[in-house]
Antibody, heavy 123, light 107 residues
Framework: EVHLVESGGDLVQPGGSLRLSCAASGFTFSTYAMSWVRQAPGKGLEWVSALGTGDHENDIHYADSVKGRFTISRDNSKDTLYLELSSLRAEDTAIYYC??????????????WGQGTLVIVSS | EIVVTQSPATLSVSPGERATLSCRASQDVGSDFAWYQQKPGQAPRLLIYDASTRATGIPARFSGSGSGTEFTLIISSLQSEDFAVYYCQQYDDWPLTFGGGTKVEIK
């Protein structure tokens, strides 16, 4: 059974930084692209970033709203996906979900999702 | 960026009735289209991908159709567990974009 468990969410001040992690199990993590999707309180879903793997490990994409501030990475030896958040703004407050892509390169349906980790940006 | 517009924002339906949800993409996305269900306090769950293919374990009462710019999700006979928010998503081009959601509520 596929399991994705996010962690690292916290209350952080504007301008601060944070690193989110997503531990994967139940599938061969190294063979699938992964994405981060966020959801502000009471709002809809917003895709944040995607990262391929294998031959597509340099296939990296970001939403314009986070480009230059967030960095996605993965450690296939640890079956873990990361998202480094910096220069945080109030509008980055959201639940951050990691989600599994259906292929090794991104840009497809997201077939499994974690339960999310909450990031609150506030002074 | 491809804008995805969902309608209606809220749909009131009685149990056992049929629900029809719509999405429109601002440009042709072929069949690169998915639907997700989200219940309160839970993560989204993939229902439909490639516009009309049901994901693993999804009941046959959920069906997707459409291509190009117009897409539809039909829930043929609403069960109590189907009352939720539904999102559509295009994955034809970056950035991936979602519709604003349709809340299906009990009438």
């Amino acid at each position: 059974e596929v399991h994705l468990v996010e962690s690292g969410g916290d209350l952080v001040q504007p301008g601060g930084s944070l690193r989110l992690s997503c531990a994967a199990s139940g599938f061969t993590f190294s063979t699938y692209a992964m994405s981060w999707v966020r959801q502000a309180p009471g709002k809809g879903l917003e895709w944040v970033s995607a990262l391929g793997t294998g031959d597509h490990e340099n296939d990296i994409h970001y939403a314009d709203s986070v480009k230059g501030r967030f960095t996605i990475s993965r450690d296939n030896s640890k079956d873990t996906l990361y998202l480094e958040l910096s220069s945080l703004r109030a509008e980055d407050t959201a639940i951050y979900y990691c989600a599994k892509d259906s292929r090794s390169y991104g840009g497809h349906q997201l077939d499994y999702w974690g339960q999310g980790t909450l990031v609150i940006v506030s002074s | 960026e491809i804008v995805v517009t969902q309608s209606p924002a809220t749909l009131s339906v009685s149990p056992g009735e049929r629900a029809t949800l719509s999405c429109r993409a601002s440009q042709d996305v072929g069949s690169d289209f998915a639907w997700y269900q989200q219940k309160p306090g839970q993560a989204p769950r993939l229902l439909i991908y490639d516009a009309s293919t049901r994901a693993t374990g999804i009941p046959a009462r959920f069906s997707g159709s459409g291509s190009g710019t117009e897409f539809t999700l039909i829930i043929s006979s609403l069960q109590s567990e189907d009352f939720a928010v539904y999102y559509c998503q295009q994955y034809d081009d970056w950035p991936l974009t979602f519709g604003g959601g349709t809340k299906v509520e009990i009438k």
